[in-house]
Nanobody, 126 residues
Framework: QVHLVESGGGLVQAGGSLRLSCTAS????????MGWFRQAPGKEREFVAY????????YYADSVKGRFTISRDNAKNTLYLQMNVLEPEDTAVYYC???????????????????WGQGTQVTVSS
């Protein structure tokens, strides 16, 4: 079992920045691929960013490309999401997720992730 805990959410003005962290414990595997998803009130959970086990491959949703950066420190079992130039539309609960394997474009589909954190709230005021 892998246990994921997000932190770093909060309230920020539009144009500001936040850095989310996700710390893994339990039967952690540095070989797991990981992703960030978010869910706004009344909306479905949506893909934000993905990173493979080594950090050599990353993918982003078009809505955050150029503003968000996903990274990981396997020595610390920690995943990060640096969010810059935040917009009110970025307001949501952000979740980190982990999976032992991903094929092709499945990285953007939440059903292929086995482990999830409890989420951290990000609120961007206009």
């Amino acid at each position: 079992q892998v246990h994921l805990v997000e932190s770093g959410g909060g309230l920020v003005q539009a144009g500001g920045s936040l850095r989310l962290s996700c710390t893994a414990s339990g039967r952690t595997r540095s070989s797991y691929a990981m992703g960030w998803f978010r869910q706004a009130p009344g909306k479905e959970r949506e893909f934000v960013a993905y990173i493979n086990w080594s950090g050599g491959w990353t993918y982003y949703a078009d809505s955050v490309k150029g503003r968000f950066t996903i990274s990981r420190d396997n020595a610390k079992n920690t995943l990060y999401l640096q969010m810059n130039v935040l917009e009110p539309e970025d307001t949501a609960v952000y979740y980190c997720a982990a999976t032992p394997r991903i094929y092709g474009s499945d990285y953007a589909n939440a059903v292929y992730y086995d482990y999830w954190g409890q989420g951290t709230q990000v609120t961007v005021s206009s």
